[in-house]
């Protein structure tokens, strides 16, 4: 999936992989965190372990994070060089603006990786595990909302990556489709 923007004229690929995103030598990685940024479960937790405890002093320095926003912090002992904390949105069945929400997780990592010239990204499925938002409806969401900001946010390569193996034939899919 190639898009482009002019004028700058910042062509972005697009990709599905299946694998662990701590394992990633991008610019940036995204975490799927919560509000209080202080760790927690699934890819949290596998972050939180790789980088190492001085990512925790770190993100303690952040007071937190609204659902729908993002922030920054190094990546200390991972092979990235960002982690881009997101807070995504608790699933209650759709009538309560999660798509809106999750959408804003998206726009606004690629807003920080703009601002930290981060030209490769790495997103896990933000909200689809604990958080229980379906995987489908979020990845529709996640594509759309890369497909329309990473161009502008001269972003040259996104990684979609899935932890499992209906997550990744999700996006592939949709990526393949256009
Ligand atoms: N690499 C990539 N993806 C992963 C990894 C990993 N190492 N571990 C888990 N995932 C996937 C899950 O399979 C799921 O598809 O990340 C996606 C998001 O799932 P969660 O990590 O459960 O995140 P989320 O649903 O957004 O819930 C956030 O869970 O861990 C806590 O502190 C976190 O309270 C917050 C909540």
């Not at 482009?4 to 610019?27: F, K, M, N, R, Y």
């Not at 997780?105 to 990786?113: D, G, H, T, V």
Request: proline share 4%; glycine share 12%; with cysteine.
């Amino acid at each position: 999936m190639i898009l482009q923007h002019s004028p700058a004229v910042v062509v972005t690929q697009l990709e599905a992989i299946q694998g662990d995103i701590t394992c990633l030598a991008v610019d940036a990685i995204v975490n799927a965190a919560n509000q209080s940024l202080m760790g927690g479960g699934g890819v949290d937790g596998a972050i939180h372990r790789a980088a190492g405890l001085e990512l925790l002093a770190a993100c303690s320095k952040l007071k937190g994070c609204a659902t729908g926003d993002a922030k920054a912090t190094p990546a200390f002992r991972l092979p990235a060089k960002w982690v881009f904390h997101a807070v995504g949105p608790v699933w209650r069945g759709g009538a309560g603006g999660e798509d809106e929400l999750l959408a804003g997780c998206y726009r606004r990592c690629l807003e920080l990786a703009r601002e930290h010239h981060a030209k490769a990204i790495a997103f896990p499925a933000i909200s689809t595990g604990i958080y229980g938002f379906p995987s489908e409806r979020a990845a529709r969401i996640a594509v759309a909302t890369v497909r329309e900001h990473a161009p502008g946010a001269e972003v040259e390569l996104v990684k979609f990556v899935c932890f499992d193996g209906q997550t990744y034939s999700i996006y592939q899919r949709l990526l393949q489709a256009g």
